[in-house]
């Protein structure tokens, strides 16, 4: 069963004794159903109205022929075979109805059994195929990583034979630069040689120019002093030349600056005779204490407040200009207005209306005539 299942072509041990195990758990479910079928026959067929006991249920047709066991009707079994009792056929009939059902049952539990075999099988045939596919599938793979690992193993013989040939070429390299750095050291150290001995060559040959241009500087010094002594005369001829209209224009400006002075004086002594109080504030004396003192137009307020205007008049702090409300509360300031818009402010008879209008607050500091100033 297993074989014709495919079950030869799997390596699966597991797998075959699971379908075994399922194989056999089906046919001893079909030997015990049919086991169980036989007990239930035995006990209807062993009763009193059937067979009558075990012994004779357990043989099938109790003696009967063939053709006898094929008249199962009443009325017929009656007329051919008189010899047996009416009772006897009945029981017979009762026996073979159990037989008949019993075979029934067992011809359906074969073919549920063949159903369920058949489904087993196929399902196992699945499985084999599976397992057998899988075991292909597990083989190719490990042929893949068979084949992955010798790449592998040839790559990193690959890598190992480049990585020493890329050593020796770093080597090389690394050597080469050695031999690099070893020529320009010693090229550098040639050139400070030579750079050394140019330059001692430049610093021997800036000396000798220093010598040189020393001499010749001592020489002209000593030419010039020879030269100094005979023009001594002719240079300070030529001072005096020069230094005597300097002096000269000196003193001039010095008399022309005083003269100046004079006249400043002269005019600042005019202007204070001509001045009425020129005398006045050359004798006021500074005073301090004069800046904290009540001025006059906080007094004027003051007073103005105490007279019990109305607070649109003095409000609640002192007030030294105007606003809105009072100025327009103004008779003059009203007519200026209207004079102003109708284009006769200029004219005479308006200077005069204005002149002429009577204040509404004559106590407040704006129409408060002050003394006289003493300093005119």
């Known amino acids: 069963m297993l074989d014709a299942a495919g079950g030869n072509e799997c390596s699966d041990e597991m797998l075959r004794l699971e379908i075994y195990q399922a194989f056999q758990k089906v046919f001893d479910q079909l030997e015990e159903d049919l086991a169980e079928y036989e007990r239930e026959f035995v006990s209807a067929a062993s009763a009193s109205d059937a067979a009558g006991n075990i012994d004779a249920a357990s043989f099938r047709i109790r003696g009967w022929n063939e053709s006898e066991e094929e008249l199962f009707f009443l009325d017929q079994l009656a007329l051919v075979p008189p010899t047996v009792p009416l009772l006897k056929m009945k029981k017979h009939v009762k026996f073979h109805q159990h037989l008949r059902f019993f075979q029934e049952k067992r011809k359906d539990r074969l073919r549920a059994f063949k159903r369920k075999l058949d489904k087993l099988q196929s399902k196992a045939s699945c499985r084999f195929r599976l397992s057998a596919e899988q075991e292909k599938e597990r083989v190719r793979r490990l042929q893949e990583l068979s084949e992955m690992q010798q790449q592998c193993e040839q790559r990193h013989q690959q890598v190992s034979q480049w990585r020493e040939t890329k050593e020796a070429k770093k080597r090389i390299e690394r050597q080469q630069r050695e031999i690099e750095q070893l020529l320009e050291t010693q090229r550098q150290r040639e050139g400070e040689v030579q750079w050394k001995r140019r330059h001692d060559q430049q610093k021997y040959a800036k000396i000798a120019e220093e010598n040189c241009t020393m001499e010749e500087e001592q020489r002209r010094e000593r030419e010039r002093a020879l030269q100094s002594v ?46 009425p109080y020129a005398q006045i504030v050359t004798n006021i004396i500074p005073d301090p204490e004069r800046t904290r003192q009540e001025t006059a ?41 209207a004079l102003r818009n109708s284009g006769r402010n200029s004219s005479e008879y308006a200077r005069q209306g204005l002149a002429n209008v009577k204040a509404c607050n004559v106590g407040a500091y704006r129409n408060h005539v002050a003394e006289p100033t003493k300093l005119w």
């Not at 300097?246 to 003269?259: C, I, M, S, T, Y």
């Open 230 to 275: 005979a023009n001594a005369e002719r240079v300070q001829y030529r001072h005096d030349e020069v230094q005597v209209p300097q002096n000269r224009r000196v003193k001039h400006q010095e008399l022309d600056q005083a003269r100046l002075e004079e006249q400043r004086l002269v005019r600042l002594n005019e202007l204070k005779e001509t001045t």
């Open 297 to 337: 137009a906080f007094r004027a307020n003051v007073e103005a407040t105490q007279e019990g205007l109305p607070i649109t008049e003095t409000g609640l702090f002192p007030s030294h200009g105007y606003d809105c409300e009072t100025l327009f509360k103004n008779a003059r300031f009203k007519l200026g207005i």
